[in-house]
């Protein structure tokens, strides 16, 4: 598989997954949040404050950022985008000017508490991306907010409170989801039930990717 798309409410394990994924099968990993994330961190306060609200930032925006990208690599995973009809119409158009094709759409599924329960603890490490939680046994880092891979500090999302969490959630269902039945109907869709734990739900990705 060369290149595949992660579709899935806010805190389903979208990073988590195609961090391992990507390590594991030499793909790279491309995160429209963490892209957006890295704008807001050279001073975009208009993107700050749309992220911040919880919808989704304008299409225009991430369409020029993810075309410079998709045009410096190969074989990728795609943990974000599209988001909405728009941005999967897009795509399309951009993969058929380069004459390729989305390999396989993974749909982690994953119920409103259970996300909301991921998120009050989510901490993840700015330097190498590994994702922990604090409030789900055997998750959090060895050594409190630190990271165990390469010891930075870890932080929190600005956005990963509960106020902003039922704004995504809500954005994904009313936006995202449709796109669920859009990728069924091209006969690339795999469907996981993410509630599982990490390396559970990894190994039914790998099965449905590579067996
Ligand atoms: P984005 O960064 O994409 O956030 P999101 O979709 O809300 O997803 P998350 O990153 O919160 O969750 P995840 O599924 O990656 O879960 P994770 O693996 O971290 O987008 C942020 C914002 O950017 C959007 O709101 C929007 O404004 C904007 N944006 C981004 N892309 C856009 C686009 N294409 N168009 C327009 N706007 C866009 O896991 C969560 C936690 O759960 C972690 O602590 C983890 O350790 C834990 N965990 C993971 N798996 C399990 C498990 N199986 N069991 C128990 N715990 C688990």
Redesign the pocket.
């Known amino acids: 598989m060369k290149s595949i798309i992660f579709i899935?409410p806010?805190?389903?394990?979208?990073?988590?997954?195609s961090s391992r994924l990507s390590k594991e099968f030499n793909l790279e990993h491309i995160?429209?949040?963490?892209l957006?994330r890295e704008e807001v961190k050279k001073g975009n306060t208009e993107l700050k404050q749309?992220?911040e609200s919880?919808?989704?930032?304008n299409?225009d925006i991430?369409l020029t950022i993810l075309k410079n990208k998709l045009e410096t690599v190969n074989d990728y995973i795609l943990?974000?985008?599209?988001?909405n009809l728009n941005?999967a119409i897009a795509l399309d158009e951009m993969l058929k000017q380069n004459n390729t094709k989305i390999d396989a759409v993974i749909y982690?599924d994953l119920d409103k508490e259970t996300a909301k329960k991921?998120?009050v603890?989510?901490v993840?490490c700015p330097k190498c991306g590994n994702?922990?939680?604090t409030m789900?046994d055997g998750?959090n880092s060895k050594v409190n907010m630190i990271c165990d891979d390469c010891k930075s500090s870890l932080v929190k999302r600005s956005?990963d409170n509960e106020e902003t969490f039922n704004v995504?959630f809500d954005?994904y269902m009313s936006e995202t989801a449709p796109l669920i039945e859009y990728y069924q109907n091209k006969g690339n869709l795999y469907q996981i039930d993410?509630s599982?734990?990490?390396e559970e739900?990894y190994q039914e990705i790998k099965k449905v990717l590579y067996d």
Request: charged share 20%.
């Open positions: 899935a806010p805190a389903a394990g979208k990073g988590t997954q995160s429209t949040g963490d957006l749309m992220m919880g919808s989704l930032v299409d991430i943990d974000g985008f599209p988001r941005q982690l991921r998120i603890g989510r993840s994702v922990y939680n789900i998750m956005d995504r954005t993410s599982k734990n990490p739900v």
